[in-house]
């Protein structure tokens, strides 16, 4: 995402959030293949390591064209990779099939030729599964939130949650999200949930 001039990272009480790069690919690729991350994210299967290496190449794409992106959320007391947040580019499309669910794609690059669309920044957060259950979503989500609101024009912010993800959904609506619509992603059902004009906690 985009981080102002003469700013290299966001920082919380316990987080640092900052733009990815090489190093951080093995943790990618590791969070990745775990079947209890992935069954949330994208397709729901775990990620091979080139799937994640393309990834990782659209996320790089999307900073240097569009301004946004997943960061990597490290602790600060050790440095330890933990997972990663951010407004990542989301595209929505914008005349679906009568009866049909909108659908929505990461990274413009990968919307269909000739579908009309919009873009909608869409606040993600994923961890790797031994972080869960610590705060650090709810810390890293806050953050990207109040940086985006205080430094970012973006008039509307969104969260795609799986429909069976109840963690994810709990951390958007402590934050005020509220559900708009179920869409399409990858042929799975999920969730968009619109955030407000400022945090509610």
């Known amino acids: 995402m985009t981080l102002l001039p003469g700013t290299d990272h966001i920082e919380t ?8 790069d090489e190093r951080d690919l093995d943790f990618l690729i590791a ?7 992935a069954r949330y994210i994208g397709s729901g299967n775990p990620r091979t390591p080139t799937e994640t290496e393309q990834w990782f190449a659209d ?3 999307g900073y240097a064209h569009a301004g946004l992106g997943p960061l990597l959320v490290t602790r600060k007391s050790d440095g ?29 690059t990968h919307v269909p030729e000739g579908v ?17 259950g610590q705060g650090y979503a709810s810390e890293a989500a806050r953050a990207v939130f109040a940086y985006a609101r205080a430094h970012l024009a973006h008039p509307a912010i969104m ?3 799986h429909a069976d993800n109840v963690a994810s959904r709990t951390v958007a609506r402590k934050f005020g999200a509220r559900y708009v619509d179920d869409i399409d992603m990858n042929g799975r059902l999920y969730q968009r949930f ?8």
């Open 13 to 20: 009480e316990r987080l640092l959030l900052r733009r990815m």
């Open 31 to 37: 969070i990745h293949a775990d079947p209890d991350v």
């Open 59 to 61: 996320v790089r794409h």
């Open 80 to 108: 330890m990779r933990l997972g990663r947040s951010g407004l990542s580019d989301g595209v929505l499309e914008l005349n679906p099939k009568p009866g049909a669910l909108r659908r929505m794609w990461f990274f413009r």
């Open 116 to 132: 009309a669309f919009e873009e909608q920044p869409e606040l993600g957060y994923t961890f790797a599964r031994e972080n869960w």
């Open 159 to 161: 969260s795609v949650i």
């Open 194 to 201: 619109l955030w407000p004009e400022k945090t509610v906690a």
